[in-house]
C-alpha cells in the first residue's frame, strides 16, 4: 500500500475521532522545540544514538521533573540523520484508557507518514482494544525495512496495566521494526529486568542528565553571563546539576549587578526553583510523603529507621522506596541509606521552618541521638550542635574516646571549627576538655592548659563509673601540652598516666576503635623529647608510633613522626637517612589522603636541608616555598624558626651573607614556648656561618660562645672561626674535644675533617691536611655533600691545584670528585637509602617481587602464608619508601639490593 504524503497525514489527524467520540489532539505528535539557550551534552545524545542504531529495542530516560529529558529527546529527534522513522507522542493522563492510548499511538504513525495498512483496524471502545489490532501492528512493524522509533514523553502519566501489557506485546513481536523511547519520572510497568537481563533496554539516567561544571559553562555562557570557574563549580555541586533549577538561577542572577555575588547569596526558599520544586514534586506527593520529606530534609543522608525515628511512624522504608521509584529527587546510595538532592533539600528546609517554625531545632535533636546511638559520632555531632544540644556533643565526643580526632584524621579542621562555636556559657568536665583540645590543636597553649586544668578539677574520680574516658583523654591532651611546651617531663608523666588508664578493660573496644589515641599519644611524647633534645630517647617514641596500625586516623601523627625522625638524621648528620624519612613522610601523606592544608612542614623544611647541603638549590627553594605555605608554620613557633633559619642558609648559599643575617635577626619570641636549645644552636651556627662568609671571624666567634653543650657542628664553626682568627693551635685544641666519627653522621665528620684539614695546612703540614682532604672527600661521596667544601674557603682549591693529588681507594682523583661534588643538580631523582636494613626473609621476598610473582606464589615458594608475605610486603614498602611493586623493584635496583 502506498504511503499517504506528509499533507494528507496530518489532515487525517486533524479529522480523527478517538474511540469515545473525541477529536484526536494533533498538537501532542509535535516535537517540543528546542530553545536558543539549550546546551546539547554530547555524551547523552551519543549514547542515544548508539542505543538506537544497536540490537537493543528500548531506551529509557528516566529522571526527577526538569531534569532536561525532554529537551534531550527533541534535541536529538531534530539531527539531519536518524536510525529510523521518528514518531513523536506526549502521553496524557486520558491515555490510561487503552482504546484511546492505541488511537493516539495509529494516529501518531500516520501523522508521522508511516502508512499503515487499512486492515489493521482502530479501537472501537475506549477501556480495550483488539488482540488482533495489536497483532496486525506488530506484524505491520516486524516487516518494514526502516524501523520507526516511537517516542513516548511523559510515559509517567500512563498508570494501566493494561496498557503497558499491550505495549510490551507489540515491542516483543515488531521486532527490529519497532524502537521504544519512553521519557518518564517514574520507571514503568514494563518488565524492565527481562529486557536488563537480554541487554536490550538503554538506561539514561537523572545522574546521566546531570550538567558538568563545564557544560553549566556553557548554559551560563548563552545566558550572556559570565561567572568565575570557582562560580561555575559551585553553581553546578549547590544544584546538583540539575537542569531546571540552574536555568532558573541562572535567570534570576541575569536581573542582578553582580551575578556571581547573587549566586553566592541566593536564598532558594524563596525563588523560582523553590515554587518548582514544591508544586511539581513536593506537593504531587501524599500527606504522609511530604511530611517524611520535610523531616528527613534536616538530614545529609537518611536510613529508614531514622526517617522512622523523625517522623514518629513505621513507615519509613516503603515510603523512601516509592519516592525512589518516582524520581522524586531522593536517591538510594546503596546499604539501605537514601539522600535528597541538596537543593531539594535546601528548600525543604525552608519551607518546614515556615510550615513548623522551631521544629527543625528539634529533628536536629533525634537525628544526633539516633546517629549517635547507630555508631556514627562524626554524623551526630554536627546535629547536636545545630539542636543546640552542646552537652551532649561534648559528653558522647570524650565518653567515645574520639577528642584525639581534633587533631587527626581527615576531618579535624571541620570538627574542630564545628566546636569553636560551642558557647563558653556550656558547663561540665567534658566541654572544658573539648575547649582545651581545640585550643591546643591551633597551639593556643595557654588558653588550651587553663580549660584542662578545668576539666581536672571538676573530673569525677578515676574509678568512678564511666569516668575512664574523659581521665585517658585528659591525660592524653597534657602529653600534647608537653609537646608544645617542649617539656619532656610533662609528655613523660601523662604518658604513663595515660599508658595505665588505657589498660583497663572497660575501654578496650573504644581504643581498638581509635587507634589515634595511642600513636597522638608516642608521636607527642617523641616530638617532646625531640624538643628537650633527647634525641634517641625521642627516635625510640616515634619509630613506635610510625609502625602504629596504618588507618585514616592515625596516618597524620604517623607523618609527623616520620618528619621529627627526618629532622633528628638531619641534626645528627645524616642527611641521606634524612631524606628518607622525609620523603617516606610524604608518601604516608600521598597515601593516606591528607590534604596539603593539615600536613606538617617539618619534612619540607628537612628536604630544603638536604637539598643546601648538596648544593641542589633550586629544589631547596621549592621546599622552603611549600613548607612557608602550611599553616604549621603561622601557628608552631618552632617550625616558623626552623623556616628562617633554612631560610638563612639557602640565602648563605645563595652567596648573600648579609641577607643570611638579616633574616635569622627577624624570629619572634614566643612568650609561651621555649626554644629548643639544638634549635637555639642551629641559629648560632647559621649566624657564625654567615659572619664567617662576610670575613667576621670575631663576630662569628660571639654567636657561639657560651654554648658548651651545643653539639659538635658549633664545635667545629668555633674551630673555624679561630682558624680565620690566625689561631691554628686554638682550633685544634676544640677540635681534640670532639668524639671519634663513629658517633656522627657524615655532614659532621667531612666539617670537622675539612677544618683539621685547615689546621694542619695552618701548621705547615700539608700532606697531613690532602690526606684529610682525601677522608672528607670519601665520607661526602655517597651522601653527595657538596657545602661543607664550598664553604670551606679558598685554601681548599690552592691544595687541590697544588702538587700531587691523593687517591681514594677506588682510584678516582679527589680533584675530580671535589668536581663532581660541586657539579650542579640535574635533576635526576637521587636514590633514597634505606632507613632500616631488610631482613633476610624481606630480601628473599624481594627476590621474588622482582620475577614478578603474584602473592600467593610468593607464598608457596617460601613455604609462608599468604598473610605473611603481605606483612614483609608492608614491611618492604615503608623501609624502601614506595606504595607499589614496580617502585619497590625499581627503588631497589638502584640501591643494589637486587
Same mark, same amino acid.
Given at each position: 500500500m502506498p504511503h499517504r504524503s506528509r499533507g494528507s497525514a496530518r489532515e487525517g489527524a486533524a479529522g480523527a475521532l478517538t474511540p469515545n467520540g473525541e477529536p484526536v489532539l494533533a498538537a501532542r505528535f509535535a516535537v517540543p522545540r528546542v530553545p536558543r539557550v539549550f546546551v546539547r551534552r554530547r555524551r547523552v545524545t551519543e549514547r542515544l544514538t548508539r542505543a538506537l542504531s544497536g540490537p537493543g529495542r528500548l531506551v529509557l530516560v528516566n529522571g526527577p521533573a526538569g531534569a532536561g529529558k525532554t529537551l534531550l529527546v527533541a534535541d536529538w529527534a531534530g539531527r539531519p540523520s536518524l536510525p529510523g522513522r521518528l514518531v513523536w507522542l506526549t502521553v496524557e493522563s486520558g491515555d490510561n484508557d487503552p482504546g484511546i492510548f492505541w488511537a493516539y499511538v495509529l494516529e501518531?504513525?500516520? =501523522?508521522?507518514?508511516?502508512?499503515?495498512?487499512? $486492515?489493521?483496524?482502530? %479501537?472501537?471502545?475506549?477501556?480495550?482494544?483488539?488482540? &488482533?489490532?495489536?497483532?496486525?501492528?506488530?506484524?505491520?512493524?516486524?516487516?518494514?525495512?526502516?524501523?520507526?522509533?516511537?517516542?513516548?514523553?511523559?510515559?509517567?502519566?500512563?498508570?494501566? %496495566?493494561?496498557?503497558?501489557? $499491550?505495549?510490551?506485546?507489540?515491542? =516483543? @513481536?515488531?521486532?527490529?521494526?519497532?524502537?521504544?523511547?519512553?521519557?518518564?519520572?517514574?520507571? %514503568?510497568? &514494563?518488565?524492565? @529486568?527481562?529486557?536488563?537481563?537480554?541487554?536490550?533496554? !538503554?538506561?539514561?539516567?537523572?545522574?546521566? &542528565?546531570?550538567?558538568?561544571?563545564?557544560?553549566?559553562?556553557?548554559?551560563v555562557r548563552r545566558h550572556g553571563m559570565s561567572l568565575s570557574d570557582e562560580g561555575i563549580r559551585k553553581l553546578t555541586e549547590r544544584t546538583g546539576g540539575w537542569a531546571a533549577g540552574l536555568r532558573l538561577c541562572v535567570l534570576a542572577a541575569q536581573r542582578a549587578e553582580d551575578p556571581e555575588r547573587f549566586l553566592k547569596e541566593f536564598e532558594t526558599g524563596q525563588s523560582a526553583v523553590a515554587d518548582f520544586l514544591l508544586s511539581e514534586v513536593l506537593h504531587t506527593q501524599s500527606v504522609m510523603s511530604q511530611d517524611l520529606l520535610l523531616r528527613i530534609s534536616v538530614c545529609a543522608r537518611v536510613h529508614p529507621a531514622l526517617a522512622d525515628a523523625l517522623t514518629g511512624r513505621e513507615d519509613g522504608g516503603p515510603v523512601l522506596a516509592e519516592l525512589e521509584r518516582a524520581n522524586a529527587f531522593v536517591e538510594r546510595i546503596g546499604h539501605g541509606w537514601y539522600r535528597l538532592h541538596p537543593l531539594f533539600a535546601e528548600i525543604l528546609r525552608a519551607h518546614l521552618n515556615t510550615r513548623h517554625p522551631g521544629l527543625e531545632r528539634a529533628l536536629h535533636g533525634v537525628a544526633a541521638r539516633w546517629l549517635s546511638d547507630a555508631g556514627l559520632l562524626m554524623e551526630a555531632l554536627p546535629h547536636a550542635a545545630d539542636a543546640g544540644d552542646w552537652t551532649f556533643a561534648a559528653d558522647r565526643l570524650v565518653d567515645d574516646l574520639a577528642i584525639g580526632q581534633l587533631f587527626t584524621g581527615l576531618g579535624a579542621d571541620r570538627l574542630g571549627e564545628l566546636f569553636t562555636a560551642m558557647p563558653s556559657s556550656v558547663p561540665g568536665p567534658a566541654a572544658d576538655l573539648v575547649r582545651a583540645a581545640c585550643a591546643l590543636a591551633r597551639y593556643d597553649i595557654d588558653r588550651g592548659l587553663t580549660a584542662l586544668s578545668r576539666a581536672e578539677a571538676h573530673l569525677p574520680p578515676a574509678d568512678a563509673r564511666g569516668a575512664s574516658a574523659a581521665h585517658l583523654s585528659c591525660a592524653l591532651l597534657r602529653v600534647l601540652a608537653g609537646r608544645l611546651l617542649g617539656s619532656p617531663e610533662t609528655a613523660e608523666t601523662a604518658g604513663r598516666r595515660a599508658e595505665e588508664i588505657g589498660a583497663r578493660e572497660v575501654l578496650a573496644e573504644r581504643l581498638e576503635a581509635h587507634p589515634e589515641i595511642r600513636t597522638l599519644r608516642l608521636a607527642a611524647l617523641g616530638s617532646a623529647r625531640l624538643r628537650a633534645g633527647r634525641f634517641g630517647a625521642a627516635r625510640v617514641a616515634l619509630s613506635a608510633a610510625v609502625e602504629a596500625p596504618a588507618a585514616p586516623s592515625t596516618a597524620l601523627p604517623r607523618q609527623d613522626s616520620l618528619e621529627c625522625l627526618a629532622l633528628i638524621d638531619f641534626l645528627e648528620g645524616w642527611p641521606g637517612r634524612a631524606e628518607a624519612h622525609a620523603r617516606q613522610a610524604v608518601v604516608e601523606a600521598e597515601r593516606s589522603g591528607v590534604p596539603s592544608s593539615a600536613r606538617t612542614s617539618l619534612g619540607q623544611l628537612v628536604l630544603a636541608a638536604v637539598g643546601i647541603e648538596r648544593d641542589e638549590l633550586a629544589s631547596a627553594r621549592t621546599h622552603v616555598h611549600r613548607a612557608a605555605l602550611s599553616p604549621s608554620c603561622s601557628r608552631d613557633p618552632v617550625a616558623a624558626a626552623w623556616l628562617t633559619v633554612t631560610r638563612s642558609r639557602l640565602l648563605l648559599a645563595e652567596g648573600s651573607p648579609a641577607r643570611a643575617l638579616r633574616v635569622l635577626g627577624g624570629i619572634p619570641e614566643s612568650p609561651s614556648t621555649e626554644m629548643p636549645s639544638w634549635l637555639d644552636a642551629q641559629m648560632a651556627l647559621a649566624a657564625a656561618t654567615a659572619h664567617t662568609a662576610l670575613g667576621r671571624p670575631h663576630a662569628a666567634a660571639e654567636a657561639l660562645a657560651g654554648r658548651p653543650d651545643a653539639g659538635p657542628e658549633c664545635v667545629i664553626a668555633s674551630a673555624r672561626a679561630r682558624l680565620a682568627s690566625g689561631d691554628e693551635e686554638g682550633a685544634r685544641s676544640l677540635l681534640d674535644t670532639l668524639r671519634g666519627p663513629g658517633g656522627h653522621g657524615p655532614a659532621v665528620t667531612v666539617r670537622a675533617l675539612l677544618v683539621r684539614?685547615?689546621?694542619?695546612?695552618?701548621?705547615?703540614?700539608?700532606?697531613?691536611?690532602?690526606?684529610?682532604?682525601?677522608?672528607?672527600?670519601?665520607?661526602?661521596? %655517597?651522601?653527595?655533600?657538596?657545602?661543607?667544601?664550598?664553604?670551606?674557603?679558598?685554601?681548599l682549591r690552592e691544595l687541590l691545584d697544588r702538587g700531587p693529588t691523593p687517591r681514594r681507594a677506588h682510584g678516582r682523583p679527589a680533584t675530580g670528585l671535589f668536581a663532581e661534588l660541586r657539579?650542579?643538580?640535574? $635533576?635526576?631523582?637521587?636514590?633514597?637509602?634505606?632507613?632500616?636494613?631488610?631482613?633476610?626473609?624481606?630480601?628473599?621476598? &624481594? $627476590?621474588?617481587?622482582?620475577?614478578?610473582? +603474584?602473592?600467593?606464589?610468593?607464598?608457596?615458594?617460601?613455604?609462608? +602464608?599468604?598473610? !605473611?608475605? #603481605?606483612? =614483609?610486603? #608492608? @614491611?618492604?614498602?615503608? #623501609?624502601?619508601?614506595?606504595?607499589?611493586? +614496580?617502585?619497590?623493584?625499581?627503588?631497589a635496583r638502584e640501591l643494589d639490593l637486587l
Open positions: 501518531a504513525l500516520r =501523522h508521522r507518514g508511516v502508512a499503515l495498512p487499512d $486492515g489493521i483496524g482502530s %479501537p472501537v471502545r475506549p477501556d480495550g482494544v483488539d488482540d &488482533l489490532l495489536l497483532s496486525r501492528l506488530a506484524a505491520y512493524l516486524n516487516g518494514r525495512t526502516e524501523p520507526v522509533i516511537l517516542v513516548l514523553d511523559e510515559f509517567e502519566r500512563m498508570s494501566a %496495566p493494561e496498557v503497558a501489557e $499491550g505495549l510490551r506485546f507489540v515491542l =516483543h @513481536h515488531a521486532g527490529a521494526g519497532l524502537r521504544l523511547v519512553l521519557v518518564s519520572r517514574t520507571e %514503568p510497568l &514494563l518488565p524492565l @529486568h527481562r529486557y536488563r537481563a537480554a541487554g536490550e533496554v !538503554t538506561d539514561i539516567r537523572g545522574a546521566d &542528565l546531570a550538567f558538568r561544571p563545564e557544560e553549566t559553562g556553557v548554559l684539614a685547615e689546621t694542619a695546612r695552618g701548621l705547615g703540614d700539608e700532606a697531613a691536611a690532602r690526606h684529610l682532604v682525601a677522608r672528607a672527600l670519601a665520607a661526602a661521596r %655517597p651522601e653527595r655533600l657538596a657545602r661543607p667544601f664550598l664553604e670551606a674557603g679558598p685554601w657539579t650542579v643538580d640535574t $635533576g635526576e631523582p637521587c636514590p633514597v637509602p634505606v632507613t632500616e636494613p631488610l631482613s633476610e626473609r624481606e630480601r628473599e621476598v &624481594l $627476590g621474588r617481587l622482582a620475577q614478578t610473582m +603474584s602473592t600467593d606464589e610468593i607464598a608457596a615458594e617460601l613455604f609462608l +602464608s599468604v598473610n !605473611t608475605v #603481605k606483612t =614483609h610486603l #608492608k @614491611h618492604i614498602y615503608r #623501609k624502601l619508601a614506595v606504595t607499589r611493586r +614496580s617502585e619497590a623493584v625499581r627503588r
